[in-house]
């Protein structure tokens, strides 16, 4: 077959990376089939209606919509076509333990003014983080986040000497919060940054600092509200798909990798086995976690171990609550801290238990998309943090953490909120493994809790197995929407040059 001759593309999973994977591969010709075990496409990004009360299940926030953007751009499609989105005016509202409330507001002159006033911080320091954030992403964006750490042609590259003189500035040798805490002069301001680290599932006290280039993300590049909720991302992904000749098999799980024996003893991959037929193909894309890709689709072959074994991120417990009132004090995006954050993260990474306290973020669509609540309510996602499964007795800790939560929001409102409650449902870590095959329910692939981290997540294609390729939150460059659009990016990157190189 000739090396730029259309090439049979089977995708495992359609999350928002397996979709953006589609799109790019479809769109250059490739003929692409995904291959997803629920009934709809989107993975994480879910949706839940109950009555007049529609809740995202996953995603909230929506950042860096040139991604989104780009990817429409690259696929020949007017985005605006698609979907809409206007960037927030107030980022998050955060409600401290000792009663102070802070708006983070989009624009830095107001906020670094809102910082002065409400806790004392000089508004100088703010600008300084910022202008450190943004001098971070700078450097490491075209190394870290678009391309592969695992394919030495990312190394003869001008941008990977820039990140390299800039290594002294990356903040790998501290802390988050070591160096939150060398910046801000109050702990208020502290707490506010370190929650960065929760972004990516992982610890202030143990990620290095970084990460501190997810706040440049949000607060110099702005945070967004896409119309309809998150959910309309999926539905402008999968049309988008659906045009460019991608075809759609739900409820048709993987169940293997198929692999053909080589010269040498080396392996190919050549197909995925699913409801029950074989289906060849000369590229298998994965938007399934790493883990069970390699332990449930592909048992026989020699697994990375060192990678699969990193500890994960953290997960999340999160209660949607459809609310018979609205609450003028609250904005869309929320947090009340907790009082002992050290303590709240210790629960987390290391007892792997229920904080008694934790951090509540509540995330209200209704008050930006009113269709999402009947009038007069409001759709409540009332999120913590938690860890990943580790036998603990969930039902326990789903049943205290709603006592909890409830307890911090009356506490913060002054006022009862429980016998407002019309509709509930919940979604605990054992629901995300089962929904979206997530290793231990875990949100964000492997933690991000030492300076080695991303050199440790798996690069987008397998050394062992040519023609597996790799995409979403569980690798290179990790989790959260934003990367999981890059993954796709490097994904498309990596099956051209095989094809340029005559791999095929
Ligand atoms: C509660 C929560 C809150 C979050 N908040 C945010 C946020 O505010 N902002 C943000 O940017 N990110 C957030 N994230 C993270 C974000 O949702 C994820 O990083 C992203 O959606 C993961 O996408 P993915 O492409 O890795 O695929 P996933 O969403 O993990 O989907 C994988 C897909 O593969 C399918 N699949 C698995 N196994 C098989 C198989 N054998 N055969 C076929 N199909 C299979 C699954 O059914 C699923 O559809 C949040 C996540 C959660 C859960």
Same mark, same amino acid.
């Given at each position: 077959m000739a090396a730029n001759a259309p090439k049979n593309v089977a995708i495992i999973g359609s999350g928002v990376a397996g979709l953006a994977s589609a799109i790019r591969l479809a769109a250059r010709g490739h003929k692409v089939c995904v291959f997803e075990a629920a009934a709809c496409a989107g993975g994480k990004v879910g949706e839940h209606r109950d009555g007049p009360y529609r809740f995202d299940l996953g995603p909230s926030l929506f950042t860096l919509p040139e991604a989104l953007d780009e990817l429409f751009r690259d696929a020949g499609a007017d985005p605006a076509a698609y979907y809409g989105y206007r960037k927030l005016d107030t980022i998050c509202r955060y409600f401290f333990a000792d009663g102070k409330v802070l708006n983070a507001w989009a624009d830095p002159e107001q906020m670094a003014r809102e910082f002065e006033e409400v806790l004392g911080e000089p508004a100088e320091n703010i600008h300084r983080y910022l202008a450190q954030a943004r001098r971070l992403y700078d450097l490491t964006e075209p190394i870290f986040l678009r391309s592969s750490l695992h394919d030495w042609r990312t190394y003869w590259r001008a941008p990977w000497l820039k990140t390299l003189a800039g290594l002294p500035h990356?903040?790998?040798?501290?802390t988050m919060h070591r160096a939150n805490e060398q910046m801000f002069n109050k702990p208020n301001s502290v707490q506010l940054f370190n929650r960065y680290a929760t972004y990516n599932g992982s610890s202030p006290y143990k990620a290095p600092a970084t990460l501190n280039v997810i706040g440049h993300l949000e607060h110099n590049m702005g945070a967004y509200f896409l119309q309809g909720g998150m959910r309309s991302l999926v539905t402008a992904l999968h049309q988008l798909a659906l045009e460019r000749g991608v075809q759609f098999r739900f409820e048709t799980p993987v169940e293997k990798i198929l692999t053909r024996r080589q010269r040498f003893g080396r392996h190919l991959a050549v197909g995925v086995r699913a409801g029950g037929a074989d289906h060849p193909a000369d590229v298998v894309v994965s938007n399934m976690d790493v883990v069970p890709t390699y332990r449930?689709?592909? *048992?026989?072959l020699r697994h990375p171990s060192r990678i699969l074994n990193q500890p994960r991120s953290t997960a999340a417990l999160i209660f949607y609550w459809g609310m018979d009132r609205q609450y003028p004090?609250?904005?869309v995006h929320n947090i009340l801290f907790s009082a002992d954050y050290p303590a709240e993260f210790r629960h987390l990474t290391e007892t792997k238990t229920l904080c008694p306290d934790p951090t509540v973020y509540l995330y209200i669509s209704s008050k930006a998309e009113p269709d999402d609540a009947p009038a007069g309510g409001e759709n409540w996602f009332a999120m913590i943090n938690v860890p990943h499964l580790a036998g603990q007795d969930w039902d326990t800790i789903v049943r205290d953490a709603r006592t909890a939560i409830l307890r911090k929001v009356e506490r913060v409102l002054g006022? *009862?909120?429980? *016998?407002?409650?019309r509709s509930e449902f919940h979604l605990d870590p054992r629901d995300i493994q089962a929904r979206t095959s997530s290793h231990l329910g875990a949100l964000y692939g492997n933690s991000s809790d030492n300076r080695f981290a991303a050199f440790l997540r798996h690069p987008n294609f397998s050394r062992k197995l040519p023609g597996l390729y790799f995409c979403g939150?569980?690798?290179? *460059?990790?989790?959260g929407i934003p990367l999981c659009l890059l993954s796709a990016h490097i994904v498309d990157e990596q099956v051209l040059r095989r094809q340029q190189s005559r791999a095929f």
């Open positions: 990356l903040g790998a040798f501290q449930q689709l592909l *048992p026989e004090a609250l904005d006022e *009862p909120v429980a *016998p407002h409650i939150g569980s690798v290179h *460059p990790g989790g």
